[in-house]
Each structure stands twice: as C-alpha cells, then as structure tokens.
C-alpha cells in the first residue's frame, strides 16, 4: 500500500511528464515561458534560443538588471513569440503569472578564492527566492533550474 505522500509524488510526476509531452509538440497550443537571469552570460543565448522555438508563443525575460536590452534585442528575431522584459524584485511576479515553463541560469559566477560551497550558499538563496515566486505565481509550471554549481 502507498503512503499519501508517494501517491501526491506520482501525481505530480505523471501531471509534469503529461506537461513536458505537450511542451514537445508541434501543436499551436499557446505556451509562456520564462527566463530568469535572462542578462547573464547563460541566459542571454538562452533567451536567444527560446524565441526561436516555434513552440513558444510568449517568452518571459527577467533579471534584476540590464534585463530590457536583452528583450529587445530578442524581439527583432521574427518568431511566434511576443517578447517582454522585467527587471527588478517588484518585476518577478509579474514575469511569471501563467507560465507553462521557467528556465533559472540566474546566480552569480564563481570568483578567485570561492569555494564551491560559498557559490552554493549564494546561488541556493538566490534559486529558493526565485522557486518560491514560481509556487505563488505558476504553480503548475515546469522548472528547469541550471544554476551554477549543480
């Protein structure tokens, strides 16, 4: 017999399996995807990447910087997508309301002297603010969480 918690874990394993499917498919369905750390030196090309996917329709892009250059840069790229740009703590919520899936390259890059442990302390925060803003705004999304050191 299962216990209550591994039946809510297949549930939510079948339902994000179900949803990376649909992701993968040619179909028109409209899909919101988000990048968050969208001007840093991974989440620019990513961005980039994003806009192209015929299977992106609305592409979020936040950081809390620089983040308007990126988007508009992005925007001049002739796809499906509609593209906008957030930037700053106020932005975040707003960058993700109703988004099928969230891409976080956000983190800061290892300097001379860091251990990898001192980079995790600083990226696991800034990743567990940014997941946290996801439960509240797109809870049934897919995250893709490519923060450096993991």
Do not use: W
Not at 118 to 130: E, M, P, R, S, Y
């Amino acid at each position: 017999m299962r216990s209550a918690a591994q039946r809510v874990l297949a549930q939510a394993m079948q339902a994000a399996v179900q949803q990376t499917r649909e992701m993968a498919s040619a179909s028109g369905k409209p899909r919101k995807v988000a990048v968050l750390g969208a001007a840093g030196g991974i989440g620019q090309p990513l961005s980039l990447l994003m806009k192209m996917n015929p299977a992106v329709s609305h592409l979020s892009l936040y950081d809390v910087a620089n983040t308007k250059g990126v988007a508009a840069d992005c925007s001049h790229i002739n796809s499906r997508a509609q593209v906008q740009g957030y930037e700053g703590d106020g932005a975040l919520d707003e960058a993700l309301k109703g988004c099928d899936l969230v891409i976080i390259p956000a983190g800061v890059p290892r300097k001379p002297g860091m251990t990898r442990d001192d980079l995790f302390k600083i990226n696991a925060g800034i990743v567990k603010g940014l997941v946290e803003a996801c439960g509240r705004n797109c809870p049934g999304a897919i995250l893709n969480i490519i923060s450096n050191p993991v």
